[in-house]
């Protein structure tokens, strides 16, 4: 199975700041990786799918890179809104759809 | 628009079962494959199963398997979860989710585009 491995677990930021969250994957994944927001009691949110592509709606300071095995999911000006946990998927293997252990964006 | 309403959530005894059902609506339910997601109080997302569009190929976590079975009605346009010999650990929040690319089961790659609510499942004595 593909691992998905995220980093930090923990993030303390402030608004305005530039924000990069990192996900690795055990094995080369292409570009099948997609980001979510999620926030508490609440159902995540798709940010970004096929590791650099922006869903509809979603504000432009979030942005995706990466390919293979390391991506990135960068916010350019954290937002009050923008405080809560990310986590990262693979979509490349049917036998798991991996999630990343999550990253959670809080309040400096 | 949209909308994926999970039910059948419930306390049950370890070794119980529990079937959960997601109703969707919004868009040509029988074009898209569907997954089921859970989230254990305070942690993170664990994938648990998917279904092909036309039920004909499924797929389960290795934690699952051989005690959930995933299953759809087109007709319904509803998605199945029958989780039998519940354990502990599979207290959760049960999300159903749409795959975003149409006919796409197997053979090539699409993320989630729209999650339910979830339902909450307590397995405990």
């Not at chain 1, 923990?10 to 996900?23: K, N, P, Q, W, Y």
């Not at chain 2, 299953?71 to 319904?76: I, L, V």
């Amino acid at each position: 199975d593909i691992q998905m491995t995220q980093s930090p677990s923990t993030l303390s930021a402030s608004v305005g700041d530039r924000v990069t969250i990192t996900c690795r994957a055990s094995q080369s994944i292409s570009s099948w990786l997609a980001w979510y927001q999620q926030k508490p009691g609440k159902a995540p949110e798709l940010l970004i799918y096929k590791a650099s592509s922006l869903e509809s709606g979603v504000p432009s300071r979030f942005s995706g890179s990466g390919s293979g095995t390391e991506f990135t999911l960068t916010i350019s000006s954290l937002q009050p809104d923008d405080f809560a946990t990310y986590y990262c998927q693979q979509y490349y293997s049917y036998s798991g759809f991996t999630f990343g252990g999550g990253t959670k964006v809080e309040i400096k | 628009q949209v909308q994926l309403v999970e039910s059948g959530g419930g306390v049950v005894q370890p070794g119980g079962s529990l079937r959960l059902s997601c109703k969707a609506s919004g868009f040509t339910f029988s074009t898209y494959g569907m997954h089921w997601v859970r989230q254990a109080p305070g942690k993170g997302l664990e994938w648990v199963a998917f279904i092909r569009y036309d039920g004909s190929n499924k797929h389960y976590a290795d934690s699952v398997k051989g005690r959930f079975t995933i299953s759809r009605d087109n007709s319904q346009n509803t998605v199945s979860l029958q989780m039998n010999f519940l354990r502990a650990e599979d207290t959760a929040l049960y999300y159903c989710a749409k795959h975003f690319e149409a006919y796409c089961g197997g053979d090539c790659y699409s993320h989630f585009d729209q999650w339910g609510q979830g339902t909450l499942v307590t397995v405990s004595s």
